[in-house]
């Protein structure tokens, strides 16, 4: 399926809704970053089990680049939220930086989290969105913290430990 943005936001938007009880950012973008990835994971994810969250189960959702562009959103929402790191911005384009050389070496599929799930393409819209999901996530750590950012680097460190905390 084709990126299309319109499709995206819907996504986006479905996700934030679907916890807008949550008033904490972080909290919020947290459950709504593991319902899009639920969703692209047919159920598949161990956060949809922690918060208690149910998707469909669609078997294009792992092919659906406009789902995969509103997942990336999230997550790089989730991690700037959480840490107010705008270098969340060279993790973004480092992954799909790190895609396109390892699609060009023939290895995209290397880089599964899930062996069940394919690794999408690179593309220049999953940039844009993951780092619109960057700015959209500093405004919410500095509307928590008095308009502050937070510690340069510390999205790195994050995003190992939340990684290894999930596999």
Sequence with gaps: MAHDATTTQ???????GRFLLFKDAV????RAFAYLRGLRRRGDEPLLKRFGIAVIDD???PFDESLADAEHYMYARFLTSSTG???VKALVTGYELKKYVD???GKL???RT???FPVLPPSQESVR?????VDDGLNDYKAAHNGQTGRIGSAIQANQDWIRGQY
């Design 114 to 116: 899930n062996p069940r």
């Design 103 to 105: 699609s060009k070496r």
């Design 59 to 61: 078997p294009k959702a």
């Design 109 to 111: 599929q290397d880089a």
């Design 10 to 16: 819907k996504y986006i938007d479905d996700a934030l």
């Design 129 to 133: 969105w993951g780092l619109k999901g």
């Design 27 to 30: 909290e919020r973008n947290e």
């Design 85 to 87: 790191d705008p270098t």
